[in-house]
C-alpha cells in the first residue's frame, strides 16, 4: 500500500488529536463557566452559523472542488501556471467573501430570525437580540477562516499537511483564554466567546502565511478572468450542497431545536462535540488525505493506485468507526458527565446531552463513510452524484425531524441526523457500483465482519464493566478521569485482541 497515505493519515490525525483534545477543554470551560442555558443557545446558534457557512465555503464545497484544480494544473502545467491559477482563484474568493461578510453583518437580524426563528418567537427575547449582537462579531469568521481553508487546500496539495491540521488549535486556545480571562471584564460575560472566535480566525490566517512562502505559493491579487475559475464555479455549485449535507442537517436539527425548551440546542451541541472527535480524527482525516491522492492519481491516470486508496481508506474507516460508534453510544453518559457536568452545567443537562449521544453516535459509521464516498467522486470532478444523494438524504431528514422532534424533542432531531446519514451513504455507495467505479473486495466484506464481531465482544465488556452512573455522579473529576480511562483502555485492548484472534494482522492492513 502507498506509505505516503498512511504517513499522511497519521500526520493529520494526531495533529487533529491535539485540536480536538484542546476542542473538548474548551467545551468543558464553556459548559462550566455558561452552562446550557438561553445564554449559551444563543452563542451557539451565532457561532454555528459562520461556522455552517465555513463548511461549505471553506473545508467543504469550495476545498473539495479546489483541490481536483489544482492537483490537475500541478501535474499538467508549469509551476508558474499553477500560481497563476493560485492567484486568480484566490482575489476571486476574497471578493466573494467580503461582500457576504459585510452584507451579513448589516442584516443579522434576519439571518438570526431565519436560522434560530424560535428565539424571535420565544418568551425569552433577549436571546435573539444577544445572539444578533454576537452574529456581527463572529461572522467575520467566515472570511478568516475560509481563506485559512484556501491556504490550508494549497498546502495539502503539496503534501504539507501537518500546517493546516495544526490550525483549529489557535480558535480553540483563543476561545478558551477569552473564557476565563475576557469574560470577567465584559457587561455580559458570554459575549467573549463571540471575541475568541473573531480573534482565532485572525491567529489561523496568519499562521499558514509563512508556510505558504515557503513553498512559494502565497497567492497574489490580480485582476481579469481564468478558465480555472469557470472551472471552481461549475464545480463548486453543486458541492456546495452535495459535500455539506450532514452539516445541512445539523444546522436544520439547531433551526427546530430553538423551537424546543431551552437548553436544547446546547444539548445538541455538546453531543455532536463527542461525535466531532472520532468523526474528525478518521472520517476527516481520511477524507482530506484521500482527496489530494485520489485527484493525483486520477490526474495522472493511475488507476490502480486510485483503487488500491479508496480500499485503503474503506479499510481503515470500517477499522475504527465500527468501535468507536459502539463505544459512543454505550459510554454515552459517563462521558458526557466526566466532560461536561460540572458547576453550571448540571446532571439534567448531562442527562439530556447524553441521550442525543446515543442517537448520534449510533450514525458515526455513516458519517465518516460519506467522507469517504464524498471524495472519490470528488476527485474526479463529478459534483453532481454527491448533490443527488444529498437532496434525498437532507429531504429525508426535514421530514425525520419534523415527526421524531414531535415524540421525542432534541433526541429526535440527532436520531433523524443519523438516519439521513445512513441514507446518504447507501446512495453514494449505489452511484459507486452503478458507475464501475468500485466495489468493495471480498476481503473488506471480510474485514467488516470480524470487526462487528469483535466490537460486539467488546461492547458486551463495556456495559458489564463500565460501572453504574451514579458512580460518575458523585465521583470527582479525577476519578471520572480515571474510570473512563480505564474502561476505553481495557476496551481497546479486547477489541484489537478478538481482532487478532479472528486472523486480522492490523499492521499488515
Given at each position: 500500500?502507498?506509505?505516503?497515505?498512511?504517513?499522511?493519515?497519521?500526520?493529520?490525525?494526531?495533529?487533529?488529536?491535539?485540536?480536538?483534545?484542546?476542542?473538548?477543554?474548551?467545551?468543558?470551560?464553556?459548559?462550566?463557566?455558561?452552562?446550557?442555558?438561553?445564554?449559551?443557545?444563543?452563542?451557539?446558534?451565532?457561532?454555528?452559523?459562520?461556522?455552517?457557512?465555513?463548511?461549505?465555503?471553506?473545508?467543504?464545497a469550495?476545498?473539495?472542488?479546489?483541490?481536483?484544480?489544482?492537483?490537475?494544473?500541478?501535474?499538467?502545467?508549469?509551476?508558474?501556471?499553477?500560481?497563476?491559477v493560485?492567484?486568480?482563484?484566490?482575489?476571486?474568493?476574497?471578493?466573494?467573501?467580503?461582500?457576504?461578510?459585510?452584507?451579513?453583518?448589516?442584516?443579522?437580524?434576519?439571518?438570526?430570525?431565519?436560522?434560530?426563528?424560535?428565539?424571535?418567537?420565544?418568551?425569552?427575547?433577549?436571546?435573539?437580540?444577544?445572539?444578533?449582537?454576537?452574529?456581527?462579531?463572529?461572522?467575520?469568521?467566515?472570511?478568516?477562516?475560509?481563506?485559512?481553508?484556501?491556504?490550508?487546500?494549497?498546502?495539502?496539495?503539496?503534501?504539507?499537511?501537518?500546517?493546516?491540521?495544526?490550525?483549529?488549535?489557535?480558535?480553540?486556545?483563543?476561545?478558551?483564554?477569552?473564557?476565563?480571562?475576557?469574560?470577567?471584564?465584559?457587561?455580559t460575560?458570554?459575549?467573549?466567546?463571540?471575541?475568541?472566535?473573531?480573534?482565532?480566525?485572525?491567529?489561523?490566517?496568519?499562521?499558514?502565511?509563512?508556510?505558504?512562502?515557503?513553498?512559494?505559493?502565497?497567492?497574489?491579487?490580480?485582476?481579469?478572468?481564468?478558465?480555472?475559475?469557470?472551472?471552481l464555479?461549475?464545480?463548486?455549485?453543486?458541492?456546495?450542497?452535495?459535500?455539506?449535507?450532514?452539516?445541512?442537517?445539523?444546522?436544520?436539527?439547531?433551526?427546530?431545536?430553538?423551537?424546543?425548551?431551552?437548553?436544547?440546542?446546547?444539548?445538541?451541541?455538546?453531543?455532536?462535540?463527542?461525535?466531532e472527535?472520532?468523526?474528525?480524527?478518521?472520517?476527516?482525516?481520511?477524507?482530506?488525505?484521500?482527496?489530494?491522492?485520489?485527484?493525483?492519481?486520477?490526474a495522472?491516470?493511475?488507476?490502480?493506485?486510485?483503487?488500491?486508496?479508496?480500499?485503503?481508506?474503506?479499510?481503515?474507516?470500517?477499522?475504527?468507526?465500527?468501535?468507536?460508534?459502539?463505544?459512543?453510544?454505550?459510554?454515552?453518559?459517563?462521558?458526557?458527565?466526566?466532560?461536561?457536568?460540572?458547576?453550571?452545567?448540571?446532571?439534567?443537562?448531562?442527562?439530556?446531552?447524553?441521550?442525543?449521544?446515543?442517537?448520534?453516535?449510533?450514525?458515526?459509521?455513516?458519517?465518516?463513510?460519506?467522507?469517504?464516498?464524498?471524495?472519490?467522486?470528488?476527485?474526479?470532478?463529478?459534483?453532481?452524484?454527491?448533490?443527488?444523494?444529498?437532496i434525498?438524504?437532507?429531504?429525508?431528514?426535514?421530514?425525520?425531524?419534523?415527526?421524531?422532534a414531535?415524540?421525542?424533542?432534541?433526541?429526535?432531531l440527532?436520531?433523524?441526523?443519523?438516519?439521513?446519514?445512513?441514507?446518504?451513504?447507501?446512495?453514494?455507495?449505489?452511484?459507486?457500483?452503478?458507475?464501475k467505479?468500485?466495489r468493495?473486495?471480498?476481503?473488506?466484506?471480510?474485514?467488516?465482519?470480524?470487526?462487528?464481531?469483535?466490537?460486539?465482544?467488546m461492547?458486551?465488556?463495556?456495559?458489564?464493566?463500565?460501572?453504574?452512573?451514579?458512580?460518575?455522579?458523585?465521583?470527582?473529576?479525577?476519578?471520572?478521569?480515571?474510570?473512563?480511562?480505564?474502561?476505553?483502555?481495557?476496551?481497546?485492548?479486547?477489541?484489537?485482541?478478538?481482532?487478532?484472534?479472528?486472523?486480522?494482522?492490523?499492521?499488515?492492513?
Open positions: 500500500m502507498d506509505r505516503s497515505f498512511l504517513k499522511s493519515s497519521v500526520t493529520v490525525t494526531v495533529m487533529t488529536l491535539l485540536s480536538r483534545i484542546l476542542g473538548l477543554i474548551r467545551d468543558f470551560i464553556i459548559a462550566k463557566y455558561f452552562g446550557a442555558n438561553g445564554l449559551t443557545d444563543a452563542f451557539l446558534v451565532a457561532f454555528r452559523v459562520p461556522n455552517f457557512l465555513r463548511r461549505l465555503f471553506g473545508e467543504g469550495f476545498s473539495q472542488a479546489f483541490v481536483p484544480i489544482l492537483a490537475e494544473a500541478k501535474a499538467n502545467n508549469s509551476e508558474a501556471e499553477v500560481q497563476n493560485i492567484n486568480h482563484i484566490a482575489t476571486k474568493f476574497l471578493i466573494f467573501l467580503v461582500i457576504i461578510t459585510v452584507i451579513a453583518v448589516v442584516i443579522a437580524p434576519l439571518i438570526i430570525f431565519l436560522f434560530a426563528w424560535g428565539f424571535y418567537f420565544s418568551e425569552e427575547s433577549s436571546k435573539f437580540y444577544l445572539a444578533t449582537d454576537m452574529l456581527r462579531i463572529t461572522f467575520p469568521y467566515l472570511l478568516l477562516i475560509s481563506l485559512t481553508a484556501f491556504s490550508g487546500a494549497i498546502l495539502n496539495t503539496y503534501d504539507k499537511f501537518a500546517v493546516p491540521a495544526f490550525t483549529p488549535v489557535l480558535l480553540n486556545v483563543s476561545m478558551i483564554v477569552c473564557a476565563i480571562y475576557l469574560s470577567q471584564h465584559l457587561e460575560p458570554i459575549m467573549a466567546l463571540a471575541w475568541g472566535v473573531f480573534i482565532g480566525g485572525i491567529a489561523q490566517l496568519i499562521f499558514q502565511i509563512p508556510f505558504l512562502i515557503k513553498i512559494n505559493k502565497l497567492p497574489k491579487l490580480t485582476r481579469g478572468s481564468h478558465e480555472s475559475v469557470k472551472k464555479k461549475m464545480r463548486m455549485l453543486p458541492a456546495l450542497f452535495g459535500v455539506s449535507v450532514s452539516q445541512i442537517n445539523l444546522l436544520i436539527d439547531t433551526m427546530i431545536a430553538t423551537t424546543l425548551v431551552s437548553g436544547s440546542v446546547s444539548w445538541l451541541y455538546y453531543s455532536d462535540r463527542l461525535l472527535l472520532p468523526l474528525a480524527l478518521i472520517g476527516i482525516t481520511l477524507a482530506t488525505v484521500a482527496l489530494v491522492k485520489l485527484s493525483n492519481h486520477f495522472n491516470n493511475d488507476t490502480q493506485k486510485f483503487t488500491q486508496t479508496v480500499e485503503y481508506a474503506f479499510k481503515i474507516g470500517i477499522l475504527f468507526g465500527i468501535p468507536s460508534s459502539v463505544g459512543l453510544v454505550l459510554l454515552s453518559e459517563p462521558l458526557i458527565i466526566t466532560l461536561f457536568q460540572y458547576d453550571q452545567f448540571d446532571i439534567y443537562s448531562a442527562a439530556k446531552s447524553s441521550q442525543s449521544l446515543v442517537a448520534y453516535g449510533s450514525g458515526l459509521v455513516a458519517f465518516i463513510l460519506v467522507k469517504i464516498l464524498a471524495s472519490i467522486f470528488l476527485s474526479r470532478g463529478d459534483t453532481r452524484t454527491p448533490v443527488r444523494a444529498g434525498v438524504a437532507m429531504s429525508s431528514n426535514v421530514i425525520l425531524n419534523l415527526i421524531l414531535h415524540y421525542f424533542e432534541h433526541v429526535g440527532a436520531a433523524a441526523t443519523s438516519i439521513s446519514a445512513l441514507i446518504n451513504c447507501s446512495l453514494l455507495y449505489y452511484y459507486l457500483l452503478k458507475s467505479i468500485f468493495m473486495s471480498t476481503e473488506l466484506m471480510k474485514l467488516f465482519v470480524k470487526v462487528s464481531l469483535s466490537s460486539v465482544i461492547g458486551s465488556f463495556i456495559v458489564f464493566y463500565s460501572g453504574d452512573t451514579e458512580f460518575y455522579i458523585i465521583s470527582n473529576v479525577w476519578q471520572r478521569v480515571m474510570s473512563i480511562s480505564s474502561t476505553i483502555t481495557i476496551s481497546a485492548a479486547i477489541y484489537f485482541i478478538i481482532l487478532w484472534l479472528l486472523g486480522v494482522k492490523v499492521k499488515k492492513l
